[in-house]
């Protein structure tokens, strides 16, 4: 949008500049004509005229020249627009990047704690069949385990909404 906008400033400005130059008219007219609607088609009822005009902008009191440095305010504002927007499209796939390299070494991070809470279920399981280990304690390491699964699918809930971001910012869908 940014670009489309300095295109079009970029067009005013070849506008204002073309207000400068003179102006040529030609106009032409073919018909007929009577002073009676019956002989309105007869032979020699023909009528034709020709229009040259010529307009130079010679005195406008300034008006030209103001529009021109409208145009030109109005293109270097529209430039400005175009290089905030492209500086802020970079800084935002910058940051996606990097969210997305953070959100997987979190999610490897969290995945793993979620196996070590698995491995730590199965003993404690096995301790409280064995009748070591109280109920209690089977319910608190599959707590911890539930806990920990839910950290790993909410990274990997982060790291698939970080991609995505990330290819609707790179032009994407």
């Given at each position: 949008?940014?670009?489309?906008?300095?295109?079009?400033?970029?067009?005013?400005?070849?506008?204002?500049r073309?207000?400068?130059?003179?102006?040529?008219l030609?106009?032409?007219?073919?018909?007929?004509?009577?002073?009676?609607?019956?002989?309105?088609?007869?032979?020699g009822?023909?009528?034709?005229?020709?229009t040259?005009?010529?307009?130079l902008?010679?005195?406008?009191?300034g008006?030209?020249?103001?529009n021109?440095d409208?145009?030109?305010?109005?293109?270097?504002?529209?430039v400005?627009?175009?290089?905030?927007?492209?500086?802020q499209?970079?800084?935002?796939?910058a940051d996606l990047?990097?969210?997305r390299?953070?959100?997987?070494e979190?999610?490897?991070?969290l995945e793993?704690?979620?196996?070590?809470?698995?491995?730590?279920?199965?003993?404690?399981?096995?301790r409280?069949?064995a009748?070591?280990?109280?109920y209690?304690?089977?319910?608190?390491?599959?707590?911890?385990?539930?806990?920990?699964?839910?950290s790993?699918?909410?990274?990997r809930?982060?790291?698939a909404?970080?991609?995505?971001?990330l290819?609707?910012?790179?032009?994407?869908g």
């Amino acid at each position: 949008a940014a670009e489309h906008q300095l295109l079009a400033m970029n067009a005013n400005i070849g506008a204002a500049r073309a207000a400068f130059l003179p102006k040529i008219l030609l106009t032409a007219v073919a018909g007929t004509a009577s002073r009676a609607l019956s002989g309105l088609f007869d032979a020699g009822s023909g009528a034709w005229s020709f229009t040259p005009l010529l307009k130079l902008p010679l005195f406008d009191a300034g008006r030209s020249e103001g529009n021109l440095d409208l145009a030109l305010a109005r293109r270097n504002v529209a430039v400005a627009d175009y290089e905030k927007t492209l500086q802020q499209a970079f800084r935002e796939v910058a940051d996606l990047l990097d969210a997305r390299t953070r959100y997987a070494e979190q999610l490897q991070a969290l995945e793993a704690a979620s196996a070590a809470q698995a491995e730590r279920l199965q003993r404690v399981d096995a301790r409280y069949q064995a009748g070591m280990s109280s109920y209690l304690e089977l319910l608190d390491a599959q707590r911890e385990q539930f806990t920990a699964q839910q950290s790993a699918l909410a990274a990997r809930r982060a790291l698939a909404a970080t991609g995505a971001s990330l290819f609707k910012a790179l032009g994407g869908g």
